[in-house]
Nanobody, 125 residues
Framework: QVPLVESGGGLVQAGDSLRLSCAAS????????MAWFRQAPGKEREFVGL??????????ADSVKGRFTISRDNAKNTVTVYLQMNSLKPEDTAVYYC????????????????WGQGTQVTVSS
């Protein structure tokens, strides 16, 4: 498993922007697909988006397409993945999780073996 640490959550107003970060350290993770999921109270964990190991391919859920952008910085010993969230809506309120999976793409949280602790994002109307 890959230890992941998220940061950057908070309370914002509708229409604001926020950037989340996820750091994976201790190994070379350039071959890992990194993804963001979110879970609102009383709801299942849902896919937000993912980025390929090299950073050239991204995939997004329809609900965030055009508003959220995922990027990554593959440094030598630490990979950092970012989730830039623009035009936030109250329905984006959730705990956001970073996850890692070796090599292949998936939007199913059950396919990811490494998770961060989550960071709360709250969007007020």
């Amino acid at each position: 498993q890959v230890p992941l640490v998220e940061s950057g959550g908070g309370l914002v107003q509708a229409g604001d922007s926020l950037r989340l970060s996820c750091a994976a350290s201790g190994r070379t993770f350039s071959s890992y697909v990194m993804a963001w999921f979110r879970q609102a109270p009383g709801k299942e964990r849902e896919f937000v988006g993912l980025i390929s190991g090299g950073g050239r391919y991204t995939q997004y859920a329809d609900s965030v397409k055009g508003r959220f952008t995922i990027s990554r910085d593959n440094a030598k010993n630490t990979v950092t993945v970012y989730l830039q969230m623009n035009s936030l809506k109250p329905e984006d309120t959730a705990v956001y999780y970073c996850a890692a999976r070796f090599a292949t793409y998936s939007s199913d949280p059950a396919d990811f073996g490494s998770w961060g602790q989550g960071t709360q994002v709250t969007v007020s109307s």
